[in-house]
């Protein structure tokens, strides 16, 4: 009996010391990375096609260039994913489902694993009707059976590899497109309102127009793949910049830039089969040309060149790792359209009845007819995603995304870096942010291009931004306008109150104090424009400016008296010639004042003091100070207020002497605590232009601290 217990506890501890073994053998196991990529031709055979992307109908007949959905497979062991780009302006959402489906049949991928995006080429076959566009029917039937064969002939390809990512700033080839127009020069919508006051291709500096309506997402980021030995089998490019322009039917540049790259990449990938792909980021509002310089010549070639020039060098500071963790979440959300009014309804109504062919010839006939999709399909659902790979974030939004909106994402994702994909998984028009929609233009107009809800935008950002924080498994990051040289000496000053402006969306306008003077913004502002130099703040979350288009920001500064000082940066877009007074960029007295009984520093116009700073302290006294220096065009100044008693002192750009000097008495009303920024209290002759960093103080300023604290934003 003794003898068969011992046998039996000899044989448990044999099995426990194996089953340990193995259990160590397995946990010593790692895991292997895998990744496929495969690129296939979808250019189109029969000829003529429909070509989408302007307001009206077009047909070509000619290939210039072929077109290819690219494809690019990711499996960590656990999960996998594919990420496919195809050179499409657009694709709607029952499109990309019927090609998920058709791979998840032949894969085992799931549907919720695949993001589909198009590059946005305004030169292929129409596959999604919009505007003055209908569908190439044959060409879109052909579609979905050629992406799904892009992901299967990518998974079919995976082996171990290698993964690695790089962002780097690329601001000299994309540039914001929308433009704000001068009060004087609003525009005309397609209904025949007088609603633009930003419009996109304004020309090059065209006078009509003061300043761009938004930042531009300067960053190119790149996710690369390689074998075990090192060489190259993928890479994933993704930047903002809408497209070039070429003629039908193209890839447009995005090709060009693939097989650029893949030249460039050719040495290290020897007989490695490689694919490259460049993929659309969050591009609305921007485009390659500088409007705010004079008209630049570039072929597309160049431009292609010089944007894969820029990846490659990111491409070579490329930290490599053997394995990271894979993550994917999706989410669908279902919005409303900005649906016509019965009044609007009955204009499109009349205009397509009176229309002598189904085809749209103008504007007003391709908005009547978008006004009856809006009416018959009031509402739509998106498909959002977000990926985790290793750090590296990314997120698919069916929509056309400001740059402004990518930046939100961007600076607050808890993954550095995010690509952004615009017109993935669908196609659901602009999402302007909902300030931009108070500016009016073509991207605000409401259509299928245009039709969602006035505040799609940040319910997409906030769903995005969940989505991220699920696969990183972590909180988002908090955005945080840097602190560089200038605010900082600022702040050693102790102001009662310091608003930055560099905001991503309103209306509060932040104190940076700790007297909590939060301010309003108005309808009229722009938000997170370049503002003035300030050393030490630098990168996508970099110091902003708000830019003051017939909106102002408003605040209450309880307490302070006739001894007080206000300093702030501005940038003027309004020539002096336009208006009596150009515009008063700081004002006190009581809101809506009918005689602006208060005192307000700003700029001359025909009136008076015309392109130079003047003080005037309302309507009443009607004493009017003005300086002698001429004010700029879109050039950043700096002007500081300073008030002693009767005693005024206005200073420009640092010198010790001042620019207005004399006496002025004080219209203030009893208890009038209000301050405006970007206007007058009474609303007259508003700010057009960027203002930065006003801080005010219950004190005067000596010249001293002037000069200090420009000194550090402009070194002597």
Avoid at 58 to 82: E, F, I, N
Avoid at 506 to 527: I, K, L, R, S
């Amino acid at each position: 009996m003794v003898r068969r217990y011992v046998t039996i506890a000899l044989i448990n501890l044999v099995v426990a010391v194996c089953g340990q073994s193995e259990g160590t053998a397995q946990a010593a196991k790692k895991p292997v990375f895998r990744a496929g990529a495969a690129a296939v031709d979808i250019t189109p055979t029969e000829f003529p096609v429909i070509v989408s992307g302007g307001f009206l109908e077009r047909k070509s007949s000619t290939l210039h260039d072929p077109l290819h959905a690219r494809c690019l497979v990711l499996d960590d062991g656990t999960t996998r994913l594919a990420v496919v780009v195809v050179d499409s302006l657009m694709m709607p959402r029952e499109l990309i489902d019927d090609a998920k489906a058709q791979a998840e049949k032949t894969t085992g991928i799931p549907a919720d694993r695949m993001l589909v995006a198009a590059t946005h080429t305004h030169s292929a076959p129409s596959v999604c009707g919009a505007l003055g566009s209908g569908v190439d029917e044959r060409y879109a039937a052909k579609l979905p059976a050629w992406i799904a064969q892009t992901i299967e002939r990518a998974n079919r390809g995976l082996t171990p590899a290698r993964i690695g990512w790089a962002a780097v700033a690329d601001p000299q080839h994309t540039n914001c497109r929308r433009w704000i127009r001068r009060p004087d020069r609003i525009g005309t919508d397609p209904f025949g309102d007088e609603t633009v006051r930003a419009m996109m291709h304004p020309g090059y500096q065209n006078p009509d127009y003061v300043g761009p309506a938004g930042p531009k997402d300067p960053l190119l980021t790149v996710l690369a793949v390689q074998t075990p030995e090192g060489r190259p089998v993928a890479v994933l490019a993704n930047y903002s910049m809408h497209y070039f322009g070429s003629q039908p039917v193209s890839a447009d540049y995005y090709g060009l830039f693939c097989q650029k790259l893949a030249d460039l990449l050719a040495p290290a990938a020897g007989q490695t089969p490689l694919v490259t792909v460049m993929s659309q980021g969050t591009s609305g509002d921007l485009h390659w040309m500088d409007y705010s310089r004079p008209a630049t010549s570039i072929h597309i070639d160049q431009y292609a060149q010089q944007v894969a020039q820029v990846a490659f060098d990111a491409y070579r500071k490329i930290a490599y790792r053997d394995w990271v963790p894979l993550a994917m979440a999706e989410r669908k959300l279902t919005l409303q359209r900005r649906v016509p009014d019965e009044k609007r309804l009955a204009w499109a109504k009349k205009i397509i009845a009176e229309m002598p062919s189904p085809l749209p010839r103008n504007r007003p006939e391709v908005y009547a007819h978008e006004q009856i999709f809006l009416h018959e399909q009031p509402q739509r659902e998106l498909k959002l995603q977000a990926i985790r790979v290793g750090d590296l974030g990314m997120v698919a939004m069916p929509c056309e995304v400001f740059g402004l909106t990518g930046l939100k994402i961007k600076i607050q994702s808890p993954l550095e870096p995010t690509m952004n994909f615009e017109l993935a998984n669908g196609a659901e028009g602009y999402i302007p942010p909902p300030e931009q929609h108070k500016l009016g233009g073509y991207t605000t107009w409401p259509a299928r291009s245009a039709g969602l809800e006035v505040q799609a935008e940040p319910t997409i950002v906030a769903a995005t931004l969940e989505l991220l924080e699920q696969v990183a498994a972590r909180p988002r990051r908090t955005a945080v306008e840097p602190l560089g040289m200038y605010a900082r000496s600022v702040l050693a000053s102790r102001p009662v109150a310091y608003w930055r402006l560099g905001e991503t969306a309103g209306p509060q306008a932040a104190d940076a104090t700790e007297h909590n003077h939060q301010g309003v913004y108005e309808d009229g502002v722009a938000f997170a424009l370049e503002g003035m130099p300030d050393p030490g703040a630098s990168g996508i979350a970099a110091h902003r400016a708000a830019h003051f288009a017939g909106g102002r920001m408003k605040a209450a500064l309880a307490g302070l008296g006739d001894t007080y000082s206000v300093e702030l940066w501005f940038s003027c877009g309004l020539p002096s010639d336009a208006r009596a007074v150009t515009g008063y960029l700081f004002s006190r007295g009581p809101d809506g004042s009918p005689d602006a009984a208060g005192e307000h520093l700003g700029i001359g116009g025909t009136h008076s003091h015309q392109g130079k700073l003047i003080f005037f302290n309302g309507n009443t006294p009607n004493e009017l100070l003005g300086g002698t220096t001429d004010i700029q065009l879109r050039v950043w100044n700096y002007a500081v207020l300073v008030r002693e008693g009767r005693r005024l002192r206005v200073y420009l750009n640092g010198k010790r002497s001042p620019e207005i000097s004399g006496e002025a008495a004080s219209n203030l009303p009893a208890g009038a605590d209000q301050v405006f920024v970007g206007g007058r209290n009474d609303r007259r002759f508003n700010f057009e232009g960027k203002v930065d960093e006003v801080a005010v103080y219950d004190r005067a300023l000596s010249p001293e601290e002037i000069d200090r604290h420009y000194t550090t934003a402009r070194p002597r």
